[in-house]
């Protein structure tokens, strides 16, 4: 048998749910049994980016570099999840004035969505859990993240078709071990196809409270 316990999905924490009315509080984490990606909304200032942080800090304390791998577009307005890049586990973030470098980073993780999804074919296997489970433990695969904040400004410094395969990834990227984390100000931000593919959404205060019923 593997010395090490079998890589399991990862269900990093976001922070703190709060029940006034029931004066409870409770720690709110990722469902990766619901598909692991993530859209978090909220106007500008509202906590988007904050929540973002804290994620990837609860999978570096958490969990080691071997476990999970991440990656960060940063357009929001402040590049507040710079400083990220100090974890080991934290591949690379790329903001909004390095543009070609978020193209090539995006490029990176579609070609590794690629390679794996390759390996659970030739393995004859359906998820990258499923295929942990059956490798020696020097083959096991990270789970990958892919954090984008700011997806307005995001989605307006690229061609619609480098958009169109982003989208993609939310469903040839689950199988092999890929969540999507997107955040941005309103529905209307995202493209159709991405907000429809995604059903587990946070939000945080919205300027327009119909806002919250888009959502």
């Known amino acids: 048998g593997k010395e090490n316990e079998t890589q399991k999905t990862i269900s ?8 006034p009315v029931k004066q409870e509080q409770f720690p709110l984490q990722l469902d990766a049994a619901r598909g692991g990606h993530l ?7 509202s906590g988007k980016s904050t929540l973002l942080r804290t994620l990837v800090s609860s999978i570096a304390l958490t969990h080691s570099p071997s476990d999970a791998q991440i990656y960060v577009l940063d357009f929001g307005g402040q590049s507040a999840l710079k400083l ?9 973030v790329a903001t909004r004035l390095e543009t070609e470098r978020a193209e090539r980073l995006v490029q990176l993780i579609q070609a590794e969505v690629g390679r794996r999804n390759n390996l659970l074919r030739a393995m004859r296997v359906d998820s990258w859990v499923d295929y942990n489970a059956v490798v020696p433990d020097d083959q096991q695969l990270p789970a ?3 954090l984008i904040d700011g997806f307005k400004d995001f989605k307006q410094s690229f061609e619609n078709e480098f958009i169109d395969g982003v989208s993609s990834l939310v469903s040839g990227g689950q199988a092999a071990g890929l969540s999507l984390i997107i955040s941005a100000s309103l529905q209307n931000d995202l493209p159709n196809d991405l907000f ?3 059903n587990l959404r946070l939000s945080f205060n919205q300027a327009d409270p119909t806002e919250y019923y888009r959502i």
């Open 196 to 198: 429809a593919n995604i």
């Open 39 to 45: 859209l978090i909304f909220g106007s500008a200032g």
């Open 84 to 92: 990220l890049e100090l974890f080991p586990h934290v591949g690379a």
């Open 144 to 146: 990958l993240f892919l």
């Open 12 to 19: 990093p924490f976001l922070g703190l749910g709060d029940l």
